[in-house]
């Protein structure tokens, strides 16, 4: 059987209890802009005419920067230049945001809009290690509200005694060479941690 309709869900779940009501609003408080000044770590999902994209950003703590209370700016800092998520916002503004910060279990969670801004003024403001990011998303926000704890307590993700690893899973070398078998895995393995450490910004 499966569940096609809101009444569906609404008879399986029951309705939200007040709490989950009153925490969403379309603003900052001081309590939410405290979230985002001390993660240093989100994921930004987008959506575009190939589908959903969701991809980490991470920089220093803070590194989303609150202009106001109904505003952010995101540095766009150096990657792959697949640039997924970029594409699908210049055809579809809608974003989510989910915010991270190690040891604390709830998460904030905020939907808006986006627009890729190349202003080199505001850029400036963005610079590590003498560099600029090419863009920066400003983000109008729509509604923000914290998650509630229980995800993190059931994974354990910040319990040390968690921790995987890295050895035991496939190195991002394997994971090329599986995905394109001619791929050279163990030499794009060899020169990784240079290659990352000399293009972070």
């Not at 590590?128 to 090419?134: I, N, S």
């Not at 690893?165 to 991002?172: D, H, K």
């Not at 994971?175 to 078998?181: F, I, N, S, T, V």
Request: with cysteine; net charge neutral.
């Amino acid at each position: 059987m499966w569940i096609d309709d809101e009444a569906m869900l609404t008879a399986l779940y029951g309705e939200p209890g007040e709490a989950s009501i009153l925490k969403e609003v379309p603003r900052l408080t001081p309590e939410y802009r405290a979230m985002i000044v001390a993660s240093p770590f989100c994921v930004l999902a987008t959506a575009g005419a190939e589908g959903l994209d969701a991809t980490p950003r991470g920089d220093a703590p803070g590194f989303v920067d609150v202009i106001d209370d109904t505003t952010l700016v995101m540095p766009d800092r150096r990657g792959n230049n697949r640039v997924d998520s970029l594409k699908n916002v210049v055809r579809d503004p809608r974003v989510g945001l989910l915010f991270m910060v190690p040891g604390v279990n709830e998460t904030l969670r905020l939907n808006g809009r986006a627009r890729i801004s190349v202003d080199p003024e505001l850029l400036g403001r963005y610079v590590v290690d003498g560099k600029a990011p090419r863009s920066a998303l400003v983000i109008t926000i729509d509604t923000v509200f914290f998650q509630c704890s229980r995800a993190l307590h059931r994974s354990k993700l910040w319990d040390p005694s968690q921790r995987r690893i890295r050895g035991e899973l496939p190195s991002a070398g394997q994971m090329l060479k599986g995905a394109y078998e001619p791929f050279d895995g163990q030499d794009y393995d060899k020169g990784l941690a240079e290659r990352q450490k000399a293009t972070l910004y």
